[in-house]
């Protein structure tokens, strides 16, 4: 019995010893394997970074700082110097590990060979400009679902980012939903997003002319906006000198076919050209640069329309000519009506299909009625200066205005102001001028007041132009062919009382109105005009008889104007200050 028990004992004993090395054996492999096999986990997968802040650094290094957090949506401080801000939205991604991917590339070269993603295509949702931050871009990108065979959803940031000055930008991008997707495999890495990535000197051909398009869009955009916010609040454009500008002109007579032959002086054998290359510089503000493009984008849907005198016609047929500058298949822009201008007919209508708008020019005199009343027992033309022009139908719905009267309020065109002025059954034996002109303006006034919406009308009224006949008037041998350069001297400011009037009843209406003062800056310019050249030449002789120092050579002075009309469209657009 002993034995027995102490062959039991020493089997118990020499069991033990083996059970415990096959334990700690089956411990030590199971720490290796999770070990192992949380390293690999660990390699195998992505950080998901959900909010993402580059910044460009001086020599152009991108440094990318990844803040932490699970939200839906990031937000992007600025305010820093030099840098470029992205703001990215991410959507649901549908997949069997619920990782995302992100590649910056476009551009930007990648320090590592790790797999890139397919480039996605990218359209310009929409753009603004940013003021009070020096420098930054700020591109708010917005990226769709993307499905692909590994399971993680790969999203790149297309476009080489450059930044060629201190103008702040607002570039909006949305990158639209990538159906290939290159598929990962299972030693390959989904795409990181890069700490640091250098500037790729060697871009693309495609991505560097998309670039250059959008920095020069934005930096055009910028500089206008610069320009208007600093001018100051009190800046009159009435004030200032003409500056010599190789740069101009805007158009020539070959680039725009809407020039009549009344204006179109270099075709009909004037020889000079420095009267098309003056620049107004107002005194302590800027005027921007006319361009055509952003013309267009204003009155995108819109009617332009000028209403007045051929002198509205003058600044009406300059603007067809600037806006053309933007227009790249001239057959797009034509006459409603296919009329051809002439100095015959006064109504026209052009529609720039491109941009869905029209610019429009009604021709009125007085901006009253001129008709006829019975003075004993004849009837005589007379101007109903309590009646609206019959034509102002066709002013309602406008969507912005360009009134202008004054070249024939004269005593010679008024006869005197005898048997001329009516009111209802009235004809005044004789009534002057000034009195007859306040009277059509209230007439006009009221209108505006009743016809015109301001939230969709805006009105301007541009001021008198005036005319520089030396020995003369228009009819009595008046002259300014000898003239080649503008006047010098600017001592004394140009007063018109037709100015004058205007403002005083426009101050009396209840519809806003701007006046576009285009007087004193016009008064230097004697050189500007068509003088004999305002017709094509009989033979090899011009006529002296008359000459024409009222209306405007084209290119030429009424260039300015639009300007002047340019800015203040622009700066009430983006409800900016300066005039």
Known sequence: MKEVLGMDRQRSF????????????????????????????????????QQTHFQFNVSSLLTAQSLTGFNR?????????????????????ENDSGFSGISVIGGLERENSEPEVVEEDEENEDTSVVS??????????????????????????????ERKN???NVVEEKVEENEDSESFTENSQPPMVEKEVSSDKNVTETSSKKVEIIVKEKNQESVLGKTLISSTRDCDVRRGKWVFDESYPLYTNSSCPFIDEGFNCESNGRPDKGYMKWRWQPQGCDIPRFNAT?????IRGKRLVFVGDSLNRNQWESMLCMLMGAIRDPTKVYETHGRRITKEKGNYSFRFVDYRCTVEYYVTHFLVHEGK???????????????????????????????????????????????????????????????AFRKALTTWASWVDKHINPRKTQVFFRSSAPSHFSGG???????????????????????????LLVEEVIKQMKTPVTVLNITGLSQYRIDAHPSIYGRRRS?????????????????GVPDSWNEILFAYLYQSKHGLTGF
């Open 132 to 161: 009070g931050v020096q420098g930054p871009i700020l591109i708010d990108t917005q990226l769709s679902k993307s499905e692909n065979g590994s399971g993680f959803s790969g999203i790149s940031v297309i476009g080489g980012l």
């Open 294 to 298: 952003k013309m267009l984008e204003l």
């Open 14 to 49: 020499s069991f033990k010893p083996r059970r415990l090395l096959v334990f700690s054996l089956t411990i030590c492999s199971s720490i290796i394997f999770i070990v192992l096999f949380s390293i690999w986990v660990i390699k195998l997968t992505p950080s998901v970074f």
């Open 373 to 435: 009343g019975r003075v004993g027992q004849k009837r005589v033309q007379t101007l109903r200066i309590d009646s609206i022009d019959r034509s102002s139908s066709r002013w309602k719905g406008a969507d912005i205005l360009v009134f202008n009267t004054a070249h024939w309020w004269s005593h010679h065109k008024t006869k005197a102001g005898i048997n001329y002025y009516q009111e209802g059954g009235q004809v005044y034996p004789r009534l002057d001028v000034s009195t």
């Open 73 to 93: 949506s990031s937000s992007v401080l600025s305010g820093v110097k030099g840098s470029i801000l992205i703001h990215t939205q991410f959507s649901k991604h």
């Open 473 to 499: 008037q228009w009819n009595s041998g008046g002259h300014c062919k000898e003239a080649t350069s503008p006047l010098t001297d600017n001592s004394s400011t140009f007063v018109s009382e037709k100015n």
């Open 166 to 168: 201190s103008e702040p």
């Open 539 to 555: 033979g090899k002789q011009y006529s002296s008889n008359s000459q024409d120092c009222s209306h405007w050579c084209l290119p």
